[in-house]
């Protein structure tokens, strides 16, 4: 059983950055997809912000392109988010994700971590 543990989460203000680090607990393949998934408050899905397979190829939602970045040591089974800039709207519990395929990712079948609570006040 693939266990994941986030860390790094926190209060920040508007603007200011947070690096959010994912320890997976045994070896994944290198196919695994990683990714992290958050749940904004009030909203009803999660969303998908970021993800990276084992070739480092990386994908963003619209809402993080180009102050988030996803990163991956395949070596030492991690991935971490860098958060820049952050808005308010950034709030919410992150929770790390492995997959099996970019389909599974989407799809939300993956093994999740328990999450992680960003906050970012005004």
């Known amino acids: 059983q693939v266990q994941l543990l986030e860390s790094g989460g926190g209060l920040v203000q508007t603007g200011e950055s947070l690096r959010l680090s994912c320890a997976v607990s045994r070896s994944v393949f290198s196919g695994t997809i990683m990714g992290w998934y958050r749940q904004i408050e009030g909203k009803q899905q999660r969303e998908l912000v970021a993800?990276?397979?084992?070739?480092?190829?990386?994908h963003y939602s619209d809402s993080v392109k180009g102050r988030f970045t996803i990163s991956r040591d395949v070596a030492r089974n991690t991935v971490d988010l860098q958060m820049n800039s952050l808005k308010p709207e950034d709030t919410g519990v992150y929770y790390c994700v492995a997959a099996s395929s970019w389909r599974n990712l989407g799809a939300g079948q993956a093994h999740w971590g328990q999450g992680t609570q960003v906050t970012v006040s005004s």
């Open positions: 993800a990276i397979n084992g070739d480092q190829t990386s």
